[in-house]
């Protein structure tokens, strides 16, 4: 019985001192943190957040339009046959670079072969008999008008031999204009049938990009207009070029007007097919900006802690801005801030509105603003 009486005393005991505890806690708040701020906490009642600073400046940002558009080359083709013919000869090689009217092809043509012997033989008779008649004529035995009559069965039979040799010909694919050949699935032996590809033919010096443009741009488009475009396959190198040509037509549709641009394509990096970001600058112009670092968004809005002089030192006071474009890690300030504002910059995630701040020694945004 005594032993469950003392047990009972120490725990009303503990008891006590736990309350006694709340209450010290309850009545004196700041007793325990006072003596870890140190001698500083008491002017501001929390240490000021370091940040860096940025100054507004004035930086020249662009208004670009920025279209898809699929390159093509200068001159593009498809080599195919205009009838039903076996192939007895290539006389190319995928890839290679060939000059305009290099022979590609070479179709059986052994009907065109013999048409043209026959027509040549026809001529050699002609001849023959045109010279007879001539000299007999000359020589006043035979009538002149028998010599006109030969002379033209000899141009006739010229005709018919140059018709003979333009249908062998046909027999023989060459190539329409100098660029480089794409691969090849035929060989020696394959019959080819009217429409179908035997190779492909693209000029690649220049490359040509057409690209839909709304019609609300009309007037800023201009023959000339330089512009740049960017392929998935080179990251964010730019390829620079110029508007060659405008249609005459809007879509009625879509209501764009479709715009040609023009590429340098020195070493062929640029391949006809692929997707190209074609981006054409109206002009530029000078806004004040900021270091993206500096901007904080919430729901639609966007806002800054701008850096201010306060009873105990600078402050962080929370500016709603309206921004615009944004360029090499710059947002363009529409309205909420002026040229010479300071604003917190990567530091000011933290801040709070009123919290006191101070700004960091060396700050890469500020410098990067002044610019």
């Known amino acids: 019985m005594i032993k469950r009486h003392f047990f009972l005393i120490i725990a009303a ?48 940002f662009s208004d670009t339009i920025r279209v898809l558009g699929a390159a093509r080359g200068a001159k593009s083709v498809n080599i195919t ?33 013999a048409g043209i012997i026959e027509a040549r033989a026809q001529v050699n008779q002609a001849q023959r008999e045109y010279d007879r008649y001539r000299i007999l004529a000359e020589r006043g035995v035979a009538p002149r008008a028998i010599a006109e009559q030969y002379e033209t069965a000899l141009e006739t039979a010229q005709a018919s031999l140059t018709a003979a040799q333009a249908r062998r010909g046909d027999r023989v694919i060459r190539a329409p204009f100098a660029g480089v050949l794409g ?21 690649t010096s220049t490359i040509r ?74 002009g530029q112009r000078q806004t004040p900006a900021v270091p993206e670092a500096a901007i904080q968004y919430e729901g639609q809005g966007a ?27 710059f947002v363009e300030i529409v309205s909420g801030l002026s040229v010479g504002d300071k604003v917190a910059g990567a530091g000011g995630r933290g801040a709070g509105q009123g919290a006191g701040a101070t700004p960091a020694a060396a700050s890469a945004g500020q410098a990067g603003a002044r610019k």
């Not at 740049?228 to 879509?254: K, M, P």
């Open 13 to 60: 005991f503990v008891i006590v001192l736990m309350a006694l505890a709340i209450i010290v806690r309850v009545v004196f708040p700041g007793g325990e943190d006072a003596g870890a701020q140190g001698p500083g906490a008491g002017r501001g009642g929390a240490r000021g957040q370091q940040v860096s600073e940025a100054v507004v400046a004035n930086r020249s």
């Open 81 to 113: 046959s205009n009838s039903t013919e076996l192939i007895t000869r290539i006389l190319f090689t995928d890839g290679q670079r060939v000059a305009a009217g290099t022979p590609l092809v070479e179709l059986q043509a052994r009907e065109e072969d």
């Open 183 to 203: 691969l090849s699935t035929v060989t020696a032996g394959t019959l080819i049938n009217p429409g179908a590809v035997i190779t492909t033919l693209d000029d």
């Open 209 to 282: 990009v057409d690209f839909p443009v709304p019609e609300r741009y009309l007037g800023v488009l201009r023959t000339g207009l330089p512009l740049t475009a960017t392929a998935d396959a080179y990251g964010g190198e730019a390829f620079s070029g110029r508007i060659a040509l405008i249609d005459t037509r809007i879509n009625e549709t879509s209501r764009a007007v479709t715009a040609r641009a023009e590429f340098p394509n020195p070493g062929g990096r640029i391949r006809p097919g692929m997707l190209m970001r074609v981006a054409v600058t109206q």
């Open 303 to 329: 806002f800054v802690y701008r850096i201010a002089p306060g009873e105990r030192g600078t402050t962080a006071q929370r500016v709603e801005v309206v921004t615009g474009a944004v360029e090499g890690g």
